[in-house]
Protein backbone atom coordinates (compact mmCIF):
# COMPACT_ATOMS: atom_id res chain seq x y z
CA UNK A 1 0.00 0.00 0.00
CA UNK A 2 1.17 3.48 -0.89
CA UNK A 3 2.10 5.80 2.01
CA UNK A 4 0.86 9.46 1.28
CA UNK A 5 2.30 12.35 3.48
CA UNK A 6 1.21 15.79 3.53
CA UNK A 7 4.18 17.90 1.61
CA UNK A 8 2.77 20.72 3.60
CA UNK A 9 2.22 20.77 7.79
CA UNK A 10 0.05 23.80 7.54
CA UNK A 11 -2.66 22.51 4.56
CA UNK A 12 -5.52 20.93 5.94
CA UNK A 13 -7.37 20.78 2.14
CA UNK A 14 -6.50 19.26 -0.47
CA UNK A 15 -6.72 19.98 -4.81
CA UNK A 16 -6.59 22.96 -5.05
CA UNK A 17 -3.33 23.95 -7.22
CA UNK A 18 -4.31 27.29 -8.77
CA UNK A 19 -3.93 30.11 -5.98
CA UNK A 20 -5.51 33.29 -7.21
CA UNK A 21 -4.68 36.89 -5.17
CA UNK A 22 -7.92 38.70 -5.75
CA UNK A 23 -8.10 42.72 -5.46
CA UNK A 24 -11.15 43.74 -3.19
CA UNK A 25 -14.05 45.14 -5.35
CA UNK A 26 -17.60 45.28 -5.26
CA UNK A 27 -18.68 44.69 -8.50
CA UNK A 28 -20.21 41.24 -9.17
CA UNK A 29 -17.66 38.78 -11.10
CA UNK A 30 -19.88 36.70 -13.51
CA UNK A 31 -18.79 33.29 -15.11
CA UNK A 32 -15.80 34.05 -17.04
CA UNK A 33 -14.23 36.23 -14.59
CA UNK A 34 -11.41 35.14 -12.86
CA UNK A 35 -13.02 35.95 -9.53
CA UNK A 36 -15.47 33.56 -10.52
CA UNK A 37 -14.25 30.10 -9.48
CA UNK A 38 -16.75 28.56 -12.48
CA UNK A 39 -14.62 29.78 -14.77
CA UNK A 40 -12.07 27.00 -14.17
CA UNK A 41 -13.01 23.45 -15.10
CA UNK A 42 -10.63 22.71 -11.61
CA UNK A 43 -10.51 23.86 -8.49
CA UNK A 44 -9.16 27.15 -7.37
CA UNK A 45 -8.49 29.00 -3.98
CA UNK A 46 -8.61 32.37 -3.06
CA UNK A 47 -7.18 34.87 -1.02
CA UNK A 48 -8.28 38.80 -0.78
CA UNK A 49 -5.54 41.22 0.01
CA UNK A 50 -8.16 43.64 1.92
CA UNK A 51 -6.18 47.13 1.02
CA UNK A 52 -5.71 46.79 -2.72
CA UNK A 53 -8.61 48.46 -3.96
CA UNK A 54 -8.98 48.89 -7.82
CA UNK A 55 -8.14 52.79 -7.32
CA UNK A 56 -5.44 52.11 -5.35
CA UNK A 57 -3.81 49.23 -8.21
CA UNK A 58 -3.85 52.01 -10.85
CA UNK A 59 -2.02 54.26 -8.82
CA UNK A 60 0.50 52.72 -6.11
CA UNK A 61 0.35 49.08 -5.85
CA UNK A 62 4.01 48.93 -4.75
CA UNK A 63 2.16 50.46 -1.26
CA UNK A 64 0.67 46.96 -1.13
CA UNK A 65 3.46 45.02 -1.41
CA UNK A 66 3.86 43.49 1.90
CA UNK A 67 0.32 42.12 1.72
CA UNK A 68 0.84 40.83 -1.63
CA UNK A 69 4.05 38.93 -0.57
CA UNK A 70 1.56 37.65 2.41
CA UNK A 71 -1.09 36.36 0.48
CA UNK A 72 1.34 34.47 -1.22
CA UNK A 73 3.19 32.85 1.12
CA UNK A 74 -0.33 32.07 2.88
CA UNK A 75 -1.64 30.57 -0.51
CA UNK A 76 2.04 28.71 -0.20
CA UNK A 77 1.06 27.04 2.65
CA UNK A 78 -2.06 26.19 2.04
CA UNK A 79 -0.57 24.05 -0.48
CA UNK A 80 -1.82 25.56 -4.14
CA UNK A 81 1.08 24.67 -6.64
CA UNK A 82 1.00 27.93 -8.34
CA UNK A 83 -0.20 31.73 -7.84
CA UNK A 84 -1.76 33.93 -9.56
CA UNK A 85 -2.98 37.82 -10.00
CA UNK A 86 -6.31 38.98 -11.04
CA UNK A 87 -5.28 42.27 -12.45
CA UNK A 88 -2.92 42.72 -15.24
CA UNK A 89 -1.69 45.90 -13.24
CA UNK A 90 -0.80 43.26 -10.54
CA UNK A 91 2.87 43.50 -12.96
CA UNK A 92 4.08 45.93 -11.23
CA UNK A 93 4.90 43.30 -8.07
CA UNK A 94 5.97 40.69 -9.89
CA UNK A 95 9.56 39.76 -9.11
CA UNK A 96 8.86 40.22 -6.27
CA UNK A 97 6.10 38.22 -5.48
CA UNK A 98 7.66 35.47 -7.44
CA UNK A 99 10.65 35.84 -5.37
CA UNK A 100 9.00 35.16 -2.12
CA UNK A 101 7.68 31.59 -2.76
CA UNK A 102 8.89 28.40 -3.83
CA UNK A 103 6.36 27.77 -6.34
CA UNK A 104 5.45 29.32 -9.79
CA UNK A 105 3.68 32.73 -9.99
CA UNK A 106 2.16 34.79 -12.60
CA UNK A 107 0.97 37.71 -11.08
CA UNK A 108 0.14 39.21 -14.61
CA UNK A 109 -2.08 38.27 -17.41
CA UNK A 110 0.68 41.04 -19.49
CA UNK A 111 3.42 37.53 -19.06
CA UNK A 112 1.84 37.04 -22.46
CA UNK A 113 3.13 39.80 -24.30
CA UNK A 114 6.38 37.83 -25.25
CA UNK A 115 5.04 35.01 -26.56
CA UNK A 116 2.40 36.21 -28.44
CA UNK A 117 4.63 38.16 -30.25
CA UNK A 118 6.99 35.85 -31.24
CA UNK A 119 3.71 33.75 -32.48
CA UNK A 120 3.16 36.85 -35.18
CA UNK A 121 5.20 38.17 -38.31
CA UNK A 122 7.74 40.47 -36.94
CA UNK A 123 5.41 43.23 -38.60
CA UNK A 124 2.38 42.62 -36.88
CA UNK A 125 1.20 43.67 -33.42
CA UNK A 126 -0.74 43.04 -30.68
CA UNK A 127 -3.65 44.52 -30.09
CA UNK A 128 -4.07 45.18 -25.92
CA UNK A 129 -7.30 46.32 -24.29
CA UNK A 130 -7.20 47.16 -20.86
CA UNK A 131 -8.86 48.65 -17.93
CA UNK A 132 -7.02 51.63 -17.88
CA UNK A 133 -4.79 52.99 -20.51
CA UNK A 134 -3.81 56.11 -18.61
CA UNK A 135 -2.99 54.24 -15.67
CA UNK A 136 -0.58 51.39 -17.26
CA UNK A 137 3.12 52.80 -17.66
CA UNK A 138 6.82 51.48 -18.08
CA UNK A 139 6.96 50.28 -14.54
CA UNK A 140 4.15 47.54 -15.32
CA UNK A 141 5.97 46.02 -18.50
CA UNK A 142 9.18 46.71 -17.12
CA UNK A 143 7.83 44.16 -14.17
CA UNK A 144 7.06 41.79 -16.42
CA UNK A 145 10.54 42.08 -18.34
CA UNK A 146 9.01 43.28 -21.98
CA UNK A 147 11.56 45.19 -23.75
CA UNK A 148 10.84 48.62 -25.30
CA UNK A 149 11.24 46.36 -29.18
CA UNK A 150 8.35 44.75 -27.84
CA UNK A 151 6.11 47.49 -26.11
CA UNK A 152 6.75 49.12 -29.90
CA UNK A 153 4.65 46.15 -31.54
CA UNK A 154 1.56 47.02 -28.91
CA UNK A 155 -1.61 49.02 -29.53
CA UNK A 156 -3.03 49.87 -26.65
CA UNK A 157 -6.92 50.56 -26.26
CA UNK A 158 -8.19 51.50 -23.01
CA UNK A 159 -11.57 51.14 -21.75
CA UNK A 160 -11.55 53.89 -19.11
CA UNK A 161 -12.96 55.58 -22.09
CA UNK A 162 -16.33 53.09 -22.52
CA UNK A 163 -19.52 54.46 -20.45
CA UNK A 164 -20.61 51.09 -19.16
CA UNK A 165 -17.53 50.10 -18.09
CA UNK A 166 -16.51 52.86 -16.50
CA UNK A 167 -19.38 53.20 -14.73
CA UNK A 168 -19.52 49.90 -13.29
CA UNK A 169 -16.00 48.99 -13.19
CA UNK A 170 -14.22 51.57 -12.65
CA UNK A 171 -16.62 52.76 -10.18
CA UNK A 172 -17.32 49.85 -8.39
CA UNK A 173 -20.57 49.40 -8.80
CA UNK A 174 -23.72 47.13 -7.37
CA UNK A 175 -24.28 46.12 -10.63
CA UNK A 176 -24.04 45.95 -14.44
CA UNK A 177 -25.09 44.82 -17.65
CA UNK A 178 -22.79 42.37 -19.52
CA UNK A 179 -24.12 42.50 -22.70
CA UNK A 180 -23.30 46.17 -22.94
CA UNK A 181 -19.95 45.36 -21.47
CA UNK A 182 -19.81 43.08 -24.68
CA UNK A 183 -20.76 46.08 -26.98
CA UNK A 184 -17.92 48.05 -25.41
CA UNK A 185 -15.28 45.09 -25.52
CA UNK A 186 -16.40 44.54 -29.53
CA UNK A 187 -16.44 47.81 -30.19
CA UNK A 188 -13.18 48.89 -29.00
CA UNK A 189 -11.23 46.22 -30.49
CA UNK A 190 -12.52 46.36 -33.89
CA UNK A 191 -11.90 50.33 -33.87
CA UNK A 192 -8.15 49.08 -33.15
CA UNK A 193 -8.30 46.74 -35.54
CA UNK A 194 -9.56 49.35 -37.86
CA UNK A 195 -6.95 52.04 -37.29
CA UNK A 196 -4.03 49.47 -36.77
CA UNK A 197 -4.61 46.61 -39.73
CA UNK A 198 -1.30 44.88 -38.86
CA UNK A 199 -2.43 44.04 -35.13
CA UNK A 200 -2.57 39.59 -35.67
CA UNK A 201 -4.03 39.01 -31.94
CA UNK A 202 -5.49 40.67 -28.82
CA UNK A 203 -4.51 40.55 -25.22
CA UNK A 204 -7.36 41.23 -22.88
CA UNK A 205 -5.79 42.83 -20.17
CA UNK A 206 -8.52 42.86 -17.23
CA UNK A 207 -9.44 39.94 -15.52
CA UNK A 208 -12.47 40.85 -15.39
CA UNK A 209 -13.16 40.85 -19.27
CA UNK A 210 -12.58 37.25 -20.29
CA UNK A 211 -16.31 36.36 -20.83
CA UNK A 212 -16.26 39.29 -23.60
CA UNK A 213 -13.64 37.53 -25.50
CA UNK A 214 -15.25 34.98 -27.52
CA UNK A 215 -17.45 38.14 -29.00
CA UNK A 216 -14.18 39.69 -29.71
CA UNK A 217 -12.89 36.49 -30.97
CA UNK A 218 -15.76 36.30 -33.49
CA UNK A 219 -16.30 40.00 -34.78
CA UNK A 220 -12.43 39.96 -35.36
CA UNK A 221 -11.86 36.54 -36.47
CA UNK A 222 -8.27 37.08 -34.41
CA UNK A 223 -6.79 35.12 -31.65
CA UNK A 224 -7.57 36.35 -28.13
CA UNK A 225 -5.71 36.11 -25.16
CA UNK A 226 -6.74 36.77 -21.37
CA UNK A 227 -6.12 35.64 -17.91
CA UNK A 228 -8.30 32.43 -18.28
CA UNK A 229 -5.71 31.49 -21.33
CA UNK A 230 -2.74 32.30 -18.98
CA UNK A 231 -4.10 30.72 -15.66
CA UNK A 232 -5.19 27.43 -17.87
CA UNK A 233 -1.70 27.22 -19.61
CA UNK A 234 0.17 27.56 -16.07
CA UNK A 235 -2.52 24.62 -14.67
CA UNK A 236 -1.76 21.89 -17.63
CA UNK A 237 2.01 22.57 -16.41
CA UNK A 238 1.39 21.86 -12.35
CA UNK A 239 -1.66 19.29 -12.72
CA UNK A 240 0.11 16.22 -14.95
CA UNK A 241 -2.50 13.65 -15.24
CA UNK A 242 -2.31 10.20 -16.40
CA UNK A 243 -3.77 9.14 -19.78
CA UNK A 244 -3.88 5.71 -21.83
CA UNK A 245 -4.51 5.60 -25.75
CA UNK A 246 -5.86 3.02 -27.51
CA UNK A 247 -4.79 2.58 -30.91
Do not use: W
Request: glycine share 6%; hydrophobic share 45%.
Amino acid sequence: MAIFRSPNPNQVSYGEAIGIILLKTQTPAIPGDVANATSFSYPVRYIVVEDASIRLIFTDPRSVLNQFIGAAKTLESEGVMAITGDCGFMAALQREVADSVNVPVFMSSLLQIPIVLKMLRRKQKLGMITANSRALTRMHFEGVGITDEEIDRLIIGGMEHRKHFKESFLAESSEFDPELIEEEVVSLGLEMLSKEPEIGAFLVECSVLPPYSPALQSATRLPVFDFLTLIDFVHTAVVKTDKVFYL
